[in-house]
């Protein structure tokens, strides 16, 4: 009785989803979780739905496939306004393109807690990255700290610190293109030596996404999310959603709220510099008064490559730069780190 | 009635105990099979195993904190017996001052001052 009445506490609660967000679907996901019904997860860990939205590169079907498959189970993917992958072929639910999404992820979560509903079968093969099991002296599939594949995975390596030259172990590893406080589409790959980051090289940009997704407001709101503040980046949300594009917005509050909640304070001055377009505190400062006007968001200075702007930055500091940056510069600055880049044209 | 006392207890306990079993059991199929074991980076597999070895940054800061205390331990019964014990009592701690700053002077060196 008891795992029953549990299970109806559970199916009462707001769905957990998790994203996958793909090009040209930013502001509608953005919309869609500000529906009470949503708990917008920060992992795939904590979600039991699959949201799949928008277009994806042929490169990132692996990595959809991989971040199935860390939901817990039980599991479920709906696909909305997205074309059919090859590759990726979980029992899902294809919604309609102006279908209640809220409503649908919803009732397929209720089914999911009431076992009504099966959940799906891993994509991926259930086998570790290398063979390891049965080798080395203890089983554990290396000789030594260093050696070998432990657990299937090769152990971290020495390399030099970029902060005081201690030579302690990095961890090279690529981010994205689903990581939540990365711009969608984004994958980056970093060496970080504790929280600092030591090397970049830009795998994949940023997805392409329409005009409204560029909106001051939403962007200020996505600068709010590292700060640890989700209420006043909701607020901004919803302020922008009803907003036709060139009008201006009531910010004065906004504005008030931010001063009062410290962010400004929080953001430590000359961070993220880029000449000619401020810093950090300077861009959310420019992106309030240019939603105030009814503007499209400032012109953000000079082209720059993104590793100048991240390496040497912590973890914390780095998602503060990402999120202030405006998506179409930060394509630009994102070629600039990749040799092989098309060129804007060609894109 | 103690030993239905006894009983009782193993009786709860091993309640407890099957109730937990139970719920391992659940809790691994929720996470079970070698793609649930990859960190989450946003669809990327690492390369290598996160078990590293890092900088704690606020190494220096601690020795510093320690410096500051041990100097406090010893100022207390050294007050007690001070005007009884005189100048050599004055003596012993200058040099165990004199001993401790060469610390704080270290500590200085390696920035541990400096607020970042």
Redesign the interface.
Known sequence: MAVSRLSSLAAAAPAPVYAAIGEGAAAAIEDLFLDARLDRAA???HAALLLVCGRFRDD?I???C??H??L??PRATLRWRAEALPGFTPDGVDLAPDADVAAALHAVYRALVAGARASEP????????NPWRGRGDHGQGGEGMMGGV????????TDD?L??G?A?????????????A?PPGL?LDLTL??DVIQKLAVARPPFDQPLEAAHPLRLAARMLLPLGLPGLAERMLRRAAGLAPGTPAAVADLARALRWRGARAALPPGLGRIPGGGDVRTRLDGLLAAAGRGEAAPAPGAPMALSELLVGREWAEAMLVLASLEPGWLRRACRADMPHAPSEDAA | MSAFLIIACVAVAAALLAFAVERAALVR????????Q?P????????????????A?YYPMTLLFIAFEMEMMFMYPWAVVYVAEGIKAMAEMGMFLAILSIGIVYGWREGAFRWQ
């Open positions: 992992s795939p860990r990132d692996a990595d959809l991989r971040l498959d860390q817990p189970h891993a994509l991926l093969p259930d086998e570790p990255p432990p657990y299937g995975r090769p152990m971290a390596m610190d902060r005081d201690l302690l172990d990095a961890y090279a590893a690529p981010f994205g293109p689903f990581l939540s990365f994958r030596q504790g | 199929h929720a996470v079970s099979g070698a793609p649930q990859v989450h980076l946003g669809g990327g597999a690492p390369q290598t195993h996160a078990w590293q070895r890092y900088h940054r």
